[in-house]
């Protein structure tokens, strides 16, 4: 790794996702060093695991695409990836960072030719669908991953796999001696970018996500849609892969709810009615969709959206929390059983497959911070004075859809870039 280079002029992104690449992108842009930082082998975040985005249902490989140009033509914009930050010291304007960074064991004379993956035999759960399919032990994280090279599963280190992927490279691209290394920066701010992670579905006992193959999550079924991914973009269902076209989702699983996330997380309403758009998609006119809802939080433009779907006759809205879900053992049909609140009648509705509307939750947990910093209740990162020159950015900050993101992420770029222009005026 070449020597990193920053000063109390620098400022610190971490998380490459989008508010971070927008953070990053705002404060290089105004002639501001930035280091961005990510965890993963490639900058994107969650978005790059979307099919498509509300309200427009446009894709948000355009969206990525047009950052990850901006990138590449910034020169004040350094990244480093698989790489987090374990300490941080020091004040506003400067602050001493420590970082640990783990080796991709693949430099960067790789092609991306995919020979190293051909060789390789092991295969683990990928992470970028959520586990629904597999991929090898070398591995392109995704098709518009940055950088655009391979890497290497650890656990293939020091195994005959490694030496395969070794010899397999034409382009000497496989260093199996990389280590994990470890750096102290300056830097004058913070710009904390890490985003949001699903609620864990099997925590929600009565909804059976752990018992019933039929019963996924919003963020499975986006995976489902993309054309690459683990059922080629069909929604099929997992129990015996037919086609589903009758579905039905279920709204605040997990949020709202004392026992799990007290939070809404704003976006599953409009998820859940983007996702309601993926079945006409799919089957013409022959489907079916029921959306199970406590209330639709869908405002301002969002509005016109909801709207839009009330009208499709074939999507029913029932306002019901549901109670639990069993199963029809003959035909591996999630039974939903509830009340109806409007007209307060009990229901034992079968479906082909059910979708859990899954809530957003901080991906970092309170205890995972490297430095002391003022969180709320649910542990998004709060705007106080005592987090000195660390503000959060995006869904560290509050759950929020890729708009609010965005605007959190310049937001919080301007405030970082008024804290070095502070300590570049007081050192004259
Ligand atoms: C089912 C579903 C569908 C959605 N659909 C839409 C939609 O259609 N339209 C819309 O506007 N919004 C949608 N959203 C919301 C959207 O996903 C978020 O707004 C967006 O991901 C927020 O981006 P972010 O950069 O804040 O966080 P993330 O996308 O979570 O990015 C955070 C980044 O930080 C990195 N990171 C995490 N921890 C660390 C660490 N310790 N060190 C370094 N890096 C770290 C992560 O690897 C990641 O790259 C949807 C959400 C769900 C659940």
Not at 335 to 355: A, C, M
Not at 380 to 388: A, Q
Not at 389 to 414: E, I, P
């Amino acid at each position: 790794m070449s020597e990193v280079i920053a000063t109390n002029q620098t400022i610190l992104v971490v998380g490459g996702g989008i508010s971070g690449m927008t953070a990053a992108l705002e404060a290089a842009e105004c002639g501001k060093q930035v280091l961005l930082v990510e965890k993963n082998p490639t900058v994107g975040g969650r978005v790059s695991q979307l099919y498509k985005y509300f309200p427009k249902l446009c894709h948000p490989k355009c969206g990525l695409e047009i950052n990850l140009r901006r990138m590449k033509a910034n020169r004040n914009l350094r990244l480093m990836t698989l790489t987090e930050v374990t300490a941080v010291e020091g004040e506003a304007g400067n602050y001493s960072v420590t970082l640990k960074t783990s080796p991709r064991y693949v430099n960067d004379n790789c092609t991306a030719c995919g020979a190293c993956a051909d060789a390789v035999e092991a295969e683990f759960d990928d992470e970028h669908n959520y586990g629904l399919m597999k991929r090898k032990g070398a591995w392109l994280p995704f098709n518009q991953a940055y950088p655009f090279r391979y890497v290497l599963d650890p656990r293939i280190i020091g195994t005959p796999d490694a030496d395969k992927a070794k010899a397999a490279c034409k382009y000497d691209a496989i260093d199996l001696d990389m280590q994990e290394e470890e750096t102290t920066i300056t830097v004058g701010a913070i710009v904390w970018a890490t985003g949001w992670r699903p609620y864990d579905a099997g925590k929600i006992q009565p909804y059976g996500y752990d018992r019933f193959d039929n019963v996924i999550t919003s963020v499975e079924l986006e995976r489902m849609m993309d054309p690459h991914g683990p059922t080629g973009g069909k929604i099929l269902r997992p129990s015996d892969g037919k086609e589903a076209k009758d579905v039905a989702f279920i709204q605040c699983a997990g949020s709202r709810d004392k026992n799990h996330l007290k939070h809404c997380s704003r976006i599953c309403c409009m998820a859940s009615l983007k996702q309601a758009t993926y079945l006409p998609e799919q089957y013409g006119e022959d489907y079916k969709g029921t959306i199970y809802y406590i209330d639709i939080r869908a405002i301002d433009r969002l509005d016109d959206f909801y709207q839009n779907i009330q009208k499709d006759p074939n999507i029913k809205f029932v306002k019901s929390k549901v109670a639990s879900i069993t199963e029809d053992k003959e035909t591996g049909n999630p039974v939903l059983h509830g009340v109806d609140t409007e007209g307060y009648h009990r229901y034992s509705n079968p479906h082909d497959l059910v979708v859990l509307a899954i809530g957003m939750e901080p991906s970092v947990p309170a205890d995972g911070f490297p430095m002391e910093v003022v969180i709320n209740e649910e542990g998004f990162v709060e705007l106080d004075e005592k987090n000195g020159a660390f503000f959060a950015a995006g869904c560290s900050s509050d759950a929020l859809d890729v708009n609010r993101a965005v605007q959190s992420g310049t937001a919080s770029a301007l405030r970082a870039i008024q804290v070095v222009n502070r300590v570049a005026g007081a050192e004259g």
